[in-house]
């Protein structure tokens, strides 16, 4: 963005005038979730049994837990920009839809919270739960 | 345009019960071997007898397949869209061409991971 001509002051701002930062963020963390998601959906399937020993054995090895909150990380900001969307899309009466992004945000950053506190905590905790 | 809509549906239905479905998995997880039996008996298996928990297992059942089919459908879908960013695809034929691949890959996706679940273990 340059910043002689009119033109060149808001190249690329678009009319929300947050550029293309949404737009990009949104493709970031699709590769993050493409390459994340599909380990942990592989590494599920793979695993040998589904009781409490073995899903906690799994998750608290480093190799395991770390790859799990980068992934809730991606999967949560990938949420809350794509639901930020369709609210913009559908809902146009403006105090309701400052009410639901405000809902947006609580929810996909607070279930994110839990998530990676949840992880943390298996991790950490070890054999003590 | 379905491949557009069903994006969008496959996307907004994971944010909602793939997040929270996740979440209380690992939540369940975290809060011990009882807390993980509880999530056991209402999401997977509930003992015999139990009705209400026997319903929320057919219904988290089918939220866990129609889950497994959003993520392939969003995901195929996703890397189309990384296609047709970079401005190639556009042509009708083409574009024709990968939007039903898509939806038939996607299913063909789901159908294969869970007949390894439910019959390669047995689950």
Same mark, same amino acid.
């Given at each position: 963005?340059?910043?002689?001509?009119?033109?060149?002051?808001?190249?690329?701002? !678009?009319?929300?005038?947050?550029?293309?930062?949404?737009?990009?963020?949104?493709?970031?963390?699709?590769? !993050?979730?493409?390459?994340?998601?599909?380990?942990?959906?592989?590494?599920?399937?793979?695993? /040998?049994?589904?009781?409490?020993?073995? #899903?906690?054995?799994?998750?608290?090895? /480093?190799?395991?837990?770390? /790859?799990?909150?980068?992934?809730? #990380?991606?999967?949560?900001?990938?949420?809350?920009?794509?639901?930020?969307?369709? #609210?913009?899309?559908?809902?146009?009466?403006? !105090?309701?839809?400052?009410?639901?992004?405000?809902? #947006?945000?609580?929810?996909?950053? !607070?279930?994110?919270?839990?998530?990676?506190?949840?992880?943390?905590?298996?991790?950490?905790?070890?054999?003590?739960? | 345009? &379905?491949?557009? =809509?069903?994006?969008?549906?496959?996307?907004?239905?994971?944010?909602?019960?793939?997040?929270?479905?996740?979440?209380?998995?690992?939540?369940?997880?975290?809060?011990?071997?009882?807390?993980?039996?509880?999530? &056991?008996?209402?999401?997977?298996?509930? $003992?015999?007898? $139990?009705?209400?928990?026997?319903?929320?297992?057919?219904?988290?059942? =089918?939220?866990?397949?129609?889950?497994?089919?959003?993520?392939?459908?969003?995901?195929?879908?996703?890397?189309?869209?990384?296609?047709? $960013?970079?401005?190639?695809?556009?042509?009708?034929?083409?574009?024709?061409?990968?939007?039903?691949?898509?939806?038939?890959?996607?299913?063909?996706?789901?159908?294969?991971?869970?007949?390894? &679940?439910?019959?390669?273990?047995?689950?």
């Amino acid at each position: 963005m340059g910043n002689g001509t009119k033109t060149g002051q808001v190249r690329g701002l !678009g009319s929300a005038h947050g550029g293309t930062h949404h737009w990009m963020m949104q493709r970031y963390t699709a590769v !993050g979730n493409a390459l994340l998601v599909t380990w942990l959906l592989i590494s599920i399937v793979a695993l /040998p049994s589904y009781d409490y020993a073995t #899903v906690t054995g799994w998750i608290a090895q /480093p190799i395991v837990a770390v /790859p799990l909150i980068l992934m809730l #990380v991606s999967v949560f900001q990938h949420i809350r920009l794509g639901l930020q969307v369709l #609210v913009e899309d559908y809902v146009h009466d403006e !105090g309701l839809k400052f009410a639901s992004l405000i809902l #947006v945000n609580f929810y996909a950053i !607070g279930t994110a919270a839990f998530g990676i506190f949840s992880v943390a905590r298996i991790a950490f905790a070890g054999s003590a739960l | 345009m &379905l491949v557009s =809509i069903l994006h969008r549906v496959t996307g907004d239905g994971m944010a909602i019960f793939g997040g929270l479905g996740l979440v209380w998995w690992l939540y369940a997880l975290a809060g011990g071997p009882a807390d993980y039996a509880c999530f &056991l008996h209402y999401a997977w298996q509930a $003992d015999a007898g $139990d009705l209400p928990g026997l319903i929320a297992n057919v219904f988290c059942r =089918i939220v866990m397949i129609g889950l497994t089919w959003a993520f392939f459908q969003h995901l195929f879908s996703g890397l189309r869209h990384f296609v047709l $960013d970079i401005g190639a695809g556009y042509e009708l034929r083409t574009n024709r061409l990968w939007s039903i691949a898509i939806v038939a890959a996607s299913i063909i996706a789901t159908a294969a991971l869970w007949v390894w &679940l439910l019959v390669g273990k047995g689950l």
